[in-house]
């Protein structure tokens, strides 16, 4: 059974910053590409940043480019979402997520995903 758990997200303050972590289970982690989503209430889920399953290859939104860096330990089953000069509109729920195609952009190119975790940005 796969699984993958998002670290607590938390309530931030513009401009501050905080890592997510995702704890992956059950897949062959060193195969698939990783990947982050968020979604805000009444919207759809949309693509934040990917890693290919080597870490040398990423992409990202462009809304979060420059500021997120999304990385990976394939020794540890785990990927990381690590987000820089936040803005009120990062505010979201924010998935980790696995798929096999690298570049995906839409949800249902990801096989994989965790339950979510509430990342707030608000002074």
């Known amino acids: 059974q796969v699984e993958l758990t998002e670290s607590a997200g938390g309530l931030v303050q513009p401009g501050g910053s905080l890592t997510l972590s995702c704890g992956a289970s059950?897949?062959?982690?060193?195969?698939?590409?990783m990947g982050w989503f968020r979604q805000v209430p009444g919207e759809e889920r949309t693509f934040v940043a990917s890693i290919r399953w080597t870490g040398g290859n990423t992409y990202y939104a462009d809304s979060v480019k420059g500021r997120f860096t999304i990385s990976r330990d394939n020794a540890k089953n785990t990927a990381y979402l690590q987000m820089n000069s936040l803005k009120p509109e990062d505010t979201a729920v924010y998935y980790c997520?696995?798929?096999?195609?690298?570049?995906?952009?839409?949800?249902?190119?990801?096989?994989?995903w965790g339950r979510g975790t509430q990342v707030t940005v608000s002074s």
């Open positions: 997520t696995a798929t096999r195609v690298f570049g995906a952009t839409y949800p249902t190119s990801y096989e994989y």
């Open positions: 059950g897949l062959p982690f060193n195969v698939y590409v």
